[in-house]
Each structure stands twice: as C-alpha cells, then as structure tokens.
C-alpha cells in the first residue's frame, strides 16, 4: 500500500527524525488519522514504530491538556528513522 510518493515519505520520515519522542508519537497519530483504513499500519512501517505508539498518540490528541507536559525524553541513540 503507497499512500504517499517517495519523495513525501522522506521527507516525513526527516520531520519525524527531528521531533521528540512525544511530537513523533502525535505526528505519526495524525498522518494515520487522515489515512483512515490501513493508515495506521502504513505509517507505523513508514516510521518504524509500533501501531501502539500511535494508539497511544490518538489517545493524548483527545485529552483536553497535555499529560506529558514539558518533559521530553532524549531520543534514543542510532533511532530507528533513516533519512534516506
């Protein structure tokens, strides 16, 4: 399944790879969320990441204040977003 060309894709995945950990999670929940069926899955393979994750996105996007806050964790080193 293609959603998107190549191009856009690399670019997402080089926005996603700048985000922070909480930013990445509700990044990849609202492109899965505009795809509708499929989405979710399509996305949590473009990123690299869990469909959980992005579960758990959705989820933050519908609470009315922001339950994380100002903490940010550090991104993991050797992340798991190629910028290729």
Known sequence: MQYYKEE??????VLFSWLSEKDRRRYAAVEADKLGHGGRQYI?????????TISQ??????MTEDAAGDRI?????G??????
């Not at 856009?8 to 995945?13: A, Q």
């Not at 964790?73 to 080193?77: L, N």
């Open 79 to 84: 992340g798991n977003v190629s910028s290729t």
């Open 8 to 13: 856009v894709e690399r670019r997402m995945k």
């Open 57 to 62: 996105g959705l989820a933050e996007l519908e």
């Open 73 to 77: 964790r550090k991104k993991a080193v």
């Open 44 to 52: 949590a393979d473009l990123f690299g990441i869990d469909s959980k």
